[in-house]
């Protein structure tokens, strides 16, 4: 079955430091894709990055980049130069193939980002 | 452009009532979905739906069911409402990519459902 782990239920950065948000996964599957979603206090659902699982090259948008380590399971997001605006709820989220009709897209718990001014 | 459109926004319930929360959605999507979020419990996927017609069982789907009847909307209900139903209630829906590249999905802006 699918999985998602964020063990870090809250973190907090210094303005303009950069930040890592823990993601871990569990797929039986070779073809995947993870994302990452932001969720500010409005409570809208704000897509970030993607990163598929056959992709050699770290995803990277802007000040995020997507820290992929297929050996371990693992799909970090990385922001750099943090800003009072990135505060917010941060999911994981991944598609495979392994669900028992089509597939589907699910989430992890979230982390809650403060940045520090 | 809308996208996906929730309604309604905002709902109580008293404890044994019903109700169905629409979502629509413009991209001409196959794929749609219905979460609920709830404090450290990130999003919960309730039911799915792979194209018009069809309905799958997601993490969560006691208490629920759904219907997509036309491909632009999936509607959830709530047959005898209970307080733990209390949550905010999102639909997404995306495209199933060619199975190598997944697309990113697009959310309604969320319902907060109040069940007393």
């Known amino acids: 079955a699918q999985k998602i782990t964020q063990t870090q239920p809250g973190m907090f950065v210094q303005e303009k430091e950069a930040v890592t948000l823990d993601c871990t996964y569990d797929?039986?599957?070779?073809?995947?894709?993870l994302f990452w979603y932001k969720q500010p206090s409005s409570g809208e659902m704000i897509f970030l990055i993607y990163q598929g699982s056959y992709d050699e090259q770290n995803a990277t948008e802007g000040r995020y980049s997507l820290n992929f380590q297929k050996a371990r399971k693992s799909a970090n997001l990385v922001i750099s130069a943090s800003q009072l605006g990135d505060s917010a709820m941060y999911f994981c989220?991944?598609?495979?193939?392994?669900?028992?009709?089509?597939?589907?897209?699910?989430f992890g718990a979230g982390t809650i980002l403060r940045v520090k001014s | 452009n809308a996208g996906v459109t929730q309604t309604p926004k905002f709902r109580v319930l008293k404890t044994g009532q019903s109700m169905t929360l629409l979502c629509a959605q413009d991209m001409n999507h196959e794929y749609m979905y219905w979460y609920r979020q709830d404090p450290g419990m990130g999003l919960r996927l309730i039911h799915y739906?792979?194209?018009?017609?069809?309905?799958a069982k997601g993490e969560v789907p006691d208490g629920y069911n759904v219907s997509r009847l036309k491909k632009q909307n999936f509607l959830l209900g709530l047959e005898s409402a209970a307080p733990s139903q209390t949550s905010v209630y999102f639909c997404?829906?995306?495209?199933?990519?060619?199975?190598?590249?997944?697309?990113?999905?697009?959310f309604g802006q969320g319902t907060r459902l109040t069940v007393v």
């Open positions: 797929t039986s599957d070779q073809s995947y894709g």
């Open positions: 997404a829906s995306d495209n199933m990519g060619d199975g190598v590249y997944y697309t990113e999905a697009f």
């Open positions: 739906s792979v194209g018009e017609g069809t309905t």
């Open positions: 989220a991944m598609r495979d193939s392994q669900a028992e009709y089509g597939n589907k897209l699910v």
